[in-house]
């Protein structure tokens, strides 16, 4: 019989600040679960989704609360979408991964995660400090960038970036910072200096602003889009960003990235700021996506041993939560 032993909170530091158009964090928490059969144990991590109200704490209350079936496919219907079920989802996984001596990936039919390239993330600032910031990372290997706009300025952060890693690729997300904006024209205006992909320009509930919005780039939906069940309203969208979290999962993400592409949607796989204990497994959906934005373990002071490391720009899967395995 499987249960819970654990669920609690961990306080992980930001390296200097990460800054969107929300506000500024210097730490992140974040929730850890560990489940067990009486031989062997599981942990996922998630990372609560602040913008819709969920908090570390209540996270763990509902981790503590839950009194349904302890099954991966069980949860989709028994518990709501979010972190908390993204933890136990996670740890599910690993407690199958460890009962049956395989890894996670091939218990799911995927191929062995190999070396990605992954987005590095750009925050909020102003044009000569963005400008730095990019040079910094282009320096470091990275050679796609994701570019944190805010609405106001967002042409003269982006032409600063540009200057500062001119060969980089370069994607922004506006986090619906441009509710009040001309979309088609501000993405043209990026699009001229590069930019490739435009993140949740309106905000969530306001998806039909994109009718008839003709942008040179993809627009993608990231707080318009958690499940499959969000699919059918997201058709002014070219792509889908899958973030376990919003998710509530590797279950439900794998079979969100799978339901995408049927319906002909780019995918993109992005993750909340957290530890490589919560990345991992969105490394495994990541396999093949448009678009990798995976930095939330690197933007940390520090990380859990046997993370995932970076090497040239490119993500080295790790031999934390049996990627290695």
């Known amino acids: 019989m499987i249960r819970l032993i654990s669920a609690t909170v961990e306080r992980w530091p930001v390296r200097g600040a990460f800054i969107i158009s929300r506000g500024a964090k210097r730490h992140v928490d974040v929730v850890v679960c560990t489940v067990s059969d009486g031989a062997h144990e599981g942990r996922g991590e998630g990372t609560a989704i602040y913008y819709e109200g969920e908090s570390a704490e209540g996270c763990v ?9 302890m099954e991966r496919e069980a949860l989709l219907s ?13 740890a599910l996984w690993d407690l199958e991964a460890k009962r049956a001596g395989a890894p996670v990936w091939q218990l799911a039919g995927l191929a062995k995660p190999q070396p990605m390239p992954t987005a590095f993330t750009i925050s909020l600032g102003d044009p000569a400090t963005m400008e730095a910031d990019a040079r910094a990372a282009a320096e470091r290997g990275f050679a796609l960038l994701k570019c944190k706009l805010t609405g106001e300025g967002d042409r003269a952060r982006i032409a600063a970036v540009r200057q500062g890693a001119p060969d980089a690729r370069l994607i922004v997300d506006a986090n619906e910072s441009w509710h009040d904006r001309d979309i088609a ?15 949740q320009p309106v905000l969530h509930g306001q998806e039909g602003r994109l009718s008839g919005v003709a942008s040179p780039v993809p627009l993608c939906a990231d707080e318009s889009c958690h499940t499959r069940a969000d699919l059918d309203r997201l058709g002014d969208f070219d792509a889908v960003n899958i973030k376990l979290d919003k998710a509530g999962g590797l279950t439900e993400a794998l079979a969100l990235r799978a339901e995408a592409r049927a319906r002909g949607f780019r995918v993109m796989v992005g993750c909340m700021l957290g530890t490589s204990l919560g990345i991992a497994p969105a490394a495994l959906v990541a396999q093949g996506a448009d678009w990798i934005d995976l930095d939330g373990a690197l933007l940390l002071a520090e990380d859990r041993a046997g ?3 970076v090497e ?3 993500l080295q899967p790790g031999t934390l939560w049996g990627l290695g395995r």
């Not at 028994?78 to 996670?90: E, I, K, Q, T, V």
């Open 312 to 314: 040239g720009g490119m």
């Open 307 to 309: 993370g995932l490391t």
């Open 185 to 199: 024209a501000e993405a043209a205006a990026l699009a001229a200096l590069g930019v490739e992909m435009v993140e």
């Open 78 to 90: 028994h518990m709501p979408r979010g972190a908390a079920r993204n933890a136990l989802d996670c």
């Open 61 to 69: 209350a509902a981790l503590r609360s839950y009194a349904g079936p």
